[in-house]
């Protein structure tokens, strides 16, 4: 592989970036996702191609023998193949957790680079045996090692309480809150501000290995301290934020390393993170800065959640009821949220629209922006039923339809629909919400009458024209649908 030179490698690696901004402009849209994503997957190979040729370049150069090329080819293989097992396998309810553990893997991933770039950063073609670390790479080193230190354990953390299935007390849904938290934050983020310029500043040619190990385990601690406050219910923005996070412990590295692939596709991944957590935040009515810090979140759930909520009398009907409401409506806005995904319900639901669209019923979906566990969570499930993409609407363009609409069919979603958030006094008190409770007729799937993430009452299920459908998403939808034939 001797014959491939720097300039093809960067021209190979430019080919790789521009795949992954079209990666990330396919993506923007369900209609264009799976473009975005093919687009994505061959820019990812490209770079690891060219990264691999590259590598056997510069071993050939250094005559250091065979051994790292069964390795890397070890590290493709088991990676590659996790990858694509874990991806066949996942459910959709479990998406979420596994983009957290994913961002985990990235920030343990630049901290290992960094460490291995510290301790013979020739091997890496940025100092000689003889010649310490640069300043600015070191500098590099410090601040790419503690964002994905911080990305690492906050993922892990993010993980468990995305899951919910874990009895760890820091992996439970409700915010873990003591006294001189943020104090607490805020001295151990200056403790590692303070060891990464010891680190820095040390101009040895032995590295200062006692102040970036302490700065490197704190950077983990801190990573457990900002996402512990942080509530279940906040965990879209937090998902968002750790992506953003992980691209920008790329580009630092990828700085360090002088290598153009990791800048660019790490700037882009931070920065599109960034926008989206922003996004995010709008939606839930957060501080982004906030989220930043990882202060946000646990007082709206602590002032809802936990408590016993007053028992009031709701009307119920049956998947009959329903149906015979939604056959004889003139349009049906329907509203999906997670407990349709936990049901795996998106299949039986295309076909009752398709059975209210044989009946002349105008049928569109309202997706809100934090609808489910992650991102887009709710667009990827009606996709993964093939629901046509014109018939699915974000909030800021159906929000205006719902007072004209016979009937909103509320599936799983809770707080996303809540009218507390137009009570100044509400915990929730500004969130933007799916205006469902403009509709002429309401009506609501639920297991239960238990409260949303939030941990809020919903006024919406006690107004006269709502009727709830308490049951199984699937198995409720499925009944719909035998009686709207």
């Known amino acids: 592989m001797n014959f491939i030179s720097m300039n093809v490698v960067t021209l190979l690696y430019l080919v790789a970036s521009v795949c992954f901004i ?3 402009k396919g993506l923007s849209s369900p209609a264009t996702a799976r473009q975005g994503n093919a687009f994505g997957m061959t820019g990812m190979a490209i770079a690891v191609v060219t990264t691999i040729a590259l590598i056997m370049k510069l071993k050939a150069q250094m005559a250091t023998g065979s051994l790292g090329y069964g390795l890397v080819a070890l ?66 080193l410090f601040i790419g090692t503690f964002v994905g230190a911080v990305t690492f354990s906050g993922s892990v953390i993010a993980f468990g309480k995305l899951s919910g299935k874990y009895k760890f ?10 006294a001189g938290q943020h104090i607490l934050n805020l001295i151990v983020a200056l403790v590692i501000i303070g060891l990464g310029l010891v680190f820095c500043f040390d ?24 996402i512990i406050p942080i509530g279940g219910a906040d965990m879209p923005v937090v998902v968002s934020m750790l992506n953003s996070y992980s691209g920008w412990a790329a580009a630092g590295i990828g700085f360090s390393l002088n290598n153009s692939m990791l800048i660019i596709a790490g700037s882009l991944v931070g920065s599109s993170g960034a926008i989206l957590s922003y996004i995010m935040c709008k939606a839930m009515n957060r501080s982004f800065f906030n989220v930043i810090l990882g202060g946000f979140g646990g007082e ?33 806005i329907i509203v999906p949220g997670y407990g349709l995904a936990v049901a795996r319900a998106q299949h039986a639901l295309k076909e009752l629209t398709e059975k ?112 709830m459908v308490f049951g199984d998403a699937k198995k409720i939808i499925e009944e719909m649908v035998k009686a709207v034939d």
Request: proline fraction near 6%; charged fraction near 15%.
């Open 22 to 24: 079209q990666a990330l």
């Open 203 to 226: 101009d040895g040619i032995a590295p200062a290995w006692t102040p970036f190990i302490v700065m490197a385990a704190l950077s983990f601690v801190l990573g457990v301290l900002i």
């Open 356 to 467: 209210l669209h044989e009946k002349g019923v105008t049928v569109k979906y309202a997706i809100h922006p934090v609808a489910g566990r992650m991102p887009g969570h709710m667009n990827v499930l009606l996709a993964e039923a093939e629901v046509p993409y014109d018939q699915v609407f974000e909030m800021e363009d159906i929000n205006g339809e719902f007072g004209q609409a016979d009937v909103a069919l509320i599936l799983g979603a809770n707080d996303v629909v809540n009218p507390a958030a137009k009570d100044p006094k509400s915990p929730i008190a500004g969130m933007p919400i799916l205006e469902a409770y403009k509709a002429k007729s309401i009506i609501v799937n639920k297991r239960s009458m238990a409260s949303g993430y939030a941990g809020l009452d919903n006024e919406l299920f006690y107004q006269p024209n709502t009727m």
């Open 169 to 178: 007390r820091l992996f439970q849904g409700a915010p873990v809150q003591f």
């Open 300 to 332: 709206a759930a602590a002032a809802g959640g936990g408590g016993s909520t007053e028992q009031r009398p709701v009307k119920s009907g049956s998947a009959d009821d329903a149906a015979f409401i939604m056959a004889n409506a003139e349009s049906v």
């Open 75 to 140: 590290g493709v293989v088991v990676g590659g193949g996790i990858g694509a097992t874990l991806a066949k396998r996942v459910e959709m309810t479990k998406m979420p957790e596994l983009v957290a553990a994913m961002h985990s893997l990235i920030g343990l991933a630049a901290v290992c680079i960094a460490v291995a770039a510290v301790s013979e950063p020739w091997a890496f073609n940025i100092a000689t045996r003889d010649t310490p670390l640069p300043f600015g790479n070191r500098l590099e």
